[in-house]
């Protein structure tokens, strides 16, 4: 039965008015006298030595970059540093009331954020579970380093791990936090609730949707936090992000158990400026971006502006929509409002502020205006807090002169073979289910499933006894072999959820999903916004918290639109991490056809091109039930391409068809379809029965023998059975719907070449669709490879076909012509 929101025409065209409500804007009004039986004595301090420890090591940080060294040690460090001198109260503040279970998504900006929340942590952890933690952590490698130094108690030991970890990793070793392979702007450690940092703008504005999704679908405790800064707001990815916190359903829709809004806070942070843009009076229109949050639901995301000058205004914000996050009323957007008094990197000019607006800021440093309040509370002394500032300086140094010593710290050597990154790219994992610990949630057993019973009527094979075709409407074809694995992946791993336009009552956009709806509750099968971008990127925040996502792009064509999403973060994060982390995520993707340019491309070569995805394209229903298995049940990225030209063909290769039972069918190794001796043809996706009907006719028309591959995967891809097949037939032929200019099968004939340049009689010739945009159905013929083209391109470049005349022009001087025309 659908969902069932009515639209009741009465109602919605009733004369009425939209209200809203005022936002609050540095409602706090407390002072550090009046909060102190708040906080007591030792928290009050402690807020301010946490800032005195960020404002140190960003100080450090700072004069590293301007002057190549700090405490008398010279140290050149060329990568970034994004500093955040000035923001301190904003990051203590928000960290302060943080449990280690509630996680922290961040941006270039982070170094304080990473630094405020790691003592945060270590202040709520026990000494056995910090000593847990600093032992199991890349085998204890950082708690080699500080340890030798540490003669107290545990908390001080861990907050040494705290500042040497961030630093190390910030100068590329291998003991920091992610093995030097995030730096500065990605650098995270999720053992203290300190989740990836992101180097592009707002990267965390919809990655840290999915995270808060990833607690609201299993149910775990804690809230997310995504911080972005100010100028972020006018990206698009954010926007997404934000539409996709604020869906009705989570309050609507989805069961007793799961409802409810993101446990979510989207905290702008908000120092007035992006690099020199400022977002108010000149790039964008708010005025105040705590207004942002009006418009997007009933509640206005509760938006409200707290001072992030002073770390108790924020604590006590926090400590306010932490509640509403409880209730399940998120999620929230909070603007912080903050000055760096640093640049947006320690060699810029500051050409776009006056010296008078930074003197202004600097007058009320948050970290000495604290500080006068607690000595003026009586809190504290001036000498107190003098000392406090001497350590945290002297804690630095200790972490800087071990970071900065290549004998202490190295860093990881990535010349030799099988090196940390060729480890790390891909973790190559399985992991069938990500959480023994829980039953899957369905509605129905699998077998009472309405299309599990249409299917079963179905013969599990393209071809009757005697091998001859049957009608496709009576076989099992593609899209419901896909459909079984999926399903029956949904049985299996309770972490799996599924997501995008049109996913749920539709059944995706071509009938995948169609009996899903019955499976599943509305937290494991949903519909999103027509938000790409956040429909990946929310994806890569689920499979960060621990789980495993299922994205859907309806047409191949729309990846632009998730680009950031795909080639920054869900290819990256793996080896960022250092191989901590992750990614098991499958982006389903369509390839489209008869719709024109920007419906009908092929861009598998494109995502053949970035590293740290894995790229499968199934022509044959038994293929592509058993790569969805293996997909989903590994740890790795999965670009997983579909043809919508296939859809419905049945198993004609296999022998019984498309199993009913599980099977697995392995990345990499390309498929034999047929043997032969005189010519290798390889083939990605639809093309494979196009390349049939052309080896049929070089066979039956011109007697040349045709051995038939299926590529099947892109990424990885094995060429052991190419070579061997190359050395027998001497030539080979490779054809994909991708245009031709640049494709994966280029870098495939350039490594045949290299690798079988001895066995072959012709160079290998490359039919791809050619370098246009797709033109209309009724003339996108010319543009997708036909029978004709291969044979035309074996006549021309590989063996002249006697009597042959070519349907199309295909030699070398009008394959130049094409290429000097860039076409
Ligand atoms: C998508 C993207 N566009 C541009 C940049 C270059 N860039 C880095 S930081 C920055 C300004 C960001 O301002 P804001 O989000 O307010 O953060 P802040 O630097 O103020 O902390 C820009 C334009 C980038 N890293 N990513
Ligand atoms: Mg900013």
């Not at 961040?106 to 056995?128: F, V």
């Not at 100068?171 to 992101?198: D, L, Q, T, V, W």
């Not at 869900?570 to 990614?583: C, E, I, P, V």
Request: glycine share 10%; net charge negative.
């Amino acid at each position: 039965m659908p969902k069932s929101v009515m639209i009741d025409p009465r109602e919605v065209r009733r004369r009425s008015q939209v209200d809203f409500r005022p936002i609050p804007v540095n409602q706090y009004d407390r002072t550090v006298k009046q909060e102190l039986k708040r906080f007591g004595k030792e928290d009050l301090l402690r807020i301010h030595r946490d800032m005195a420890i960020i404002r140190s090591f960003e100080s450090m940080l700072n004069e590293v970059k301007l002057r190549g060294g700090y405490q008398g040690i010279e140290y050149a460090h060329r990568g970034p540093a994004h500093l955040s001198i000035g923001q301190e109260a904003a990051a203590v503040g928000q960290a302060f009331l943080l449990n280690v279970d509630d996680h922290i998504y961040g941006s270039h900006r982070s170094h304080g954020e990473i630094l405020a929340k790691g003592l945060s942590a270590i202040q709520k952890l026990d000494d056995a579970a910090l000593m847990d933690i600093m032992k199991g952590y890349f085998d204890g490698a950082a708690l080699r380093i500080v340890e030798p130094d540490a003669a107290g108690p545990v908390k001080d030991l861990a907050i040494d791990y705290l500042i040497y970890g961030a630093l190390a990793e910030i100068f590329g070793r291998e003991a920091g936090f992610n093995k030097g392979m995030g730096g500065s702007m990605h650098a995270f450690f999720p053992p203290f609730g300190i989740y990836p940092n992101n180097a592009i703008v707002g990267g965390s504005g919809d990655i840290s949707v999915g995270a808060a999704m990833y607690k609201r679908i299993n149910r775990k405790p804690g809230i997310v936090i995504g911080n972005i800064g100010d100028a972020s707001a006018g990206c698009g990815p954010v926007w997404e992000g934000i539409c996709m916190a604020t869906m009705d359903q989570y309050k609507e829709l989805w069961d007793d158990d799961h409802r409810g809004g993101l446990p979510l806070i989207l905290n702008f942070v908000n120092n007035f400026y992006g690099m020199g843009g400022q977002p108010v009076g000149e790039t964008m229109g708010f005025k105040v971006l705590a207004r942002l949050g009006a418009g997007l639901n009933p509640d206005q995301m509760h938006a409200e502006r707290v001072d992030g000058y002073n770390p108790l205004a924020v604590i006590d914000a926090v400590a306010r929509k932490k509640e509403i996050l409880q209730r399940g009323d998120g999620p929230v957007l909070l603007d912080t409002l903050t000055y760096r008094f640093s640049g947006h990197s320690p060699s810029d000019a500051s050409s776009y502020r006056e010296k008078s607006e930074l003197d202004a800021w600097k007058q009320v440093d948050p970290l000495e205006t604290y500080a006068g309040s607690l000595v003026e509370a009586g809190v504290c002394t001036q000498q107190q807090i003098d000392e406090v500032n001497a350590l945290a300086e002297a804690l630095v140094g200790k972490a800087y002169r071990k970071a900065t010593d290549l004998e202490i710290s190295p860093r990881a050597d990535l010349k030799k073979t099988g090196c940390l990154l060729e480890r790390v790219m891909l973790s190559n994992r399985k992991v069938p289910c990500l959480d023994a610990t829980r039953r899957p949630e369905v509605l129905i057993p699998k077998e009472e499933n309405p299309r599990v019973q249409m299917l079963a009527k179905r013969s599990r094979s393209g071809l009757d006894e005697s091998g001859k075709p049957l009608p496709k409407s009576r076989c099992v074809g593609i899209r419901d072999a896909i459909f079984e694995a999926i399903l029956d992946r949904f049985y299996a791993d309770p972490t799996l959820a599924a997501w995008g336009e049109e996913n749920r009552d539709w059944g995706g956009a071509f009938a995948v999903y169609r009996g899903l709806t019955e499976a599943l509750p509305y937290h494991r099968l949903f519909n999103t916004p027509i938000s790409e971008g956040a429909i990946v990127g929310t994806g890569v925040g689920y499979a960060l918290e621990g789980g495993r996502a299922l994205v859907e792009l309806m047409y191949c064509d729309f990846m632009g639109r998730a680009g950031d999403q795909i080639f920054n973060q869900l290819a990256k994060w793996q080896s960022m991490s250092g191989g901590l982390l992750r990614m098991p995520v499958v982006v389903r993707v369509s390839v489209g056809s008869k719709y024109g340019a920007q419906h009908s491309q092929d861009w598998s070569s494109m995502c053949a091109h970035i590293p740290g995805v894995k790229i499968v394209f199934p022509a044959t229903p038994y293929d592509a039930k058993g790569l969805m298995y293996s997909a989903l049940t590994g740890t790795d990225p999965v670009i997983f391409f579909e043809s919508q030209r296939i859809y419905d063909q049945p198993e004609i290769f296999v022998p019984g068809g498309v199993p009913a039972e599980p099977y697995e069918v392995p990345f990499g190794e390309p498929a034999m379809r047929k043997e032969g001796k005189d010519l290798t043809v390889l083939t990605i996706g639809a093309t494979l029965y196009r390349a049939l009907e052309a080896v049929k006719a070089l066979e039956d028309q011109h007697g040349i023998s045709c051995e038939l591959f299926d590529a099947r995967s892109i990424v990885p891809f094995h060429f052991e059975q190419i070579i061997e097949s190359v050395k027998k037939t001497r030539k080979i032929l490779l054809t994909s719907d991708a245009c031709e200019r640049g494709s994966a099968l280029q870098t495939f004939a350039a490594k045949i070449t290299q690798f079988a340049f001895d066995e072959l009689d012709a160079p290998p010739v490359i039919v791809g669709a050619r370098n246009w945009i797709t033109p209309a159905d009724e003339v996108e013929d010319a543009f997708f490879p036909q029978p004709s083209d291969l044979l035309d391109a074996v006549h021309e470049h590989i063996l002249p076909l006697p009597g042959y005349t070519v349907a199309r022009r295909c030699d070398v001087e009008d394959l130049m012509r094409r290429s000097a025309e860039g076409i």
